[in-house]
């Protein structure tokens, strides 16, 4: 069995950082001491060239590591139902629900959204992101629901990675959050980056943190439950956006377990109530804007409709 290519390209999120700390990040597959053991065995190269561990990256470097293969891998598709909110012969949005990972990763090599779709389109997916990442150009986190682009050639994958890089992609998330917003609408700007004390959470004005903006906008107020019902739009797409910049301005998202984690509320609930509703971008073929809406999942309207 031969030697097994993966191939990363370096996100703005990750620029001027050590590599050895990106691969850790970006490579959900192996350990951080797998990565060392890679990098020292000299399997790992920055754009061609072997390099060291403590070799910086800048956005946009190709990253490649050569791993030998320690079991067969590979991704099955299975027949899992999907919520098909738009579909062509080059981009499929789904719906995607609470509790499913995006693409396989250590511990999660099924049932996640790449299994489904890889079933759904018979394979004829984008191949930009490798083996474990097929037809994946951008991710929300197992416990957000709602809207996800699959793109199914190349060319697309191209279209619409250029779009999100360049934030002209239309991205609003409803989310329910604790306490009660003072404005009817506001504006976050604050810097978001690695905190410094957990590679896997992020955090606000920390070393190399890179400009992040959110717009948000009160829908109604729970004053009984000192919650708010809200809605974020994007206008720039950093690594947990808005559940940091919620937290940053006191107001957690509901349910979230890592940026709200002293937060009690009397509802049992599975991660953070937060929701990709409306996805809009140019069709990366015909040029038309295309837009959809991905209705609210059940236990989110139930919530709205129990609050007072």
Known sequence: ???????????????????????????????????????????????GKIIKPSAIVCENDEISMLVPPAKELCIEAEDIPLDILYEDRDILVVNKPKGM????????????LVNAVMWHCKGQLSAINGVLRPGIVHRIDKDTTGSVIICKNDAAHQSIAAQLKEHSICRIYHAIVYGILPDDSGIIDAPIGRSTSDRKKMAVNVPHAKHAVTHYHT??????????????????GRT??????????GHPILGDEVYAMNRKSRWKLEGQCLH?????????????????????PEYFQHLLDIMH
């Not at 109604?220 to 206008?235: A, I, S």
Request: aromatic share 10%; net charge negative.
């Open 1 to 47: 069995m031969s030697d097994i290519l993966y191939h990363y390209i370096v996100t703005d999120d990750f620029d001027n950082e050590r590599i050895d700390k990106v691969l850790s990040t970006l490579s959900d597959s192996f350990s951080r001491t797998y990565i060392k053991k890679m990098l020292d065995e000299k399997r790992v190269s920055l754009n």
């Open 101 to 112: 990972v995006v693409h396989p990763a250590a511990g999660h090599y099924n049932g996640t």
């Open 219 to 236: 829908i109604k107020r729970f004053e009984d439950d000192q919650m708010t019902y809200v809605w974020c739009k994007l206008e720039t």
């Open 240 to 249: 947990h956006q808005i559940r940091v910049h919620m937290a940053h301005i």
């Open 276 to 296: 990709a509703k409306t996805l809009g971008f140019i069709h990366p073929v015909t040029g038309d804007y295309i837009e959809t809406d991905a209705p609210l």
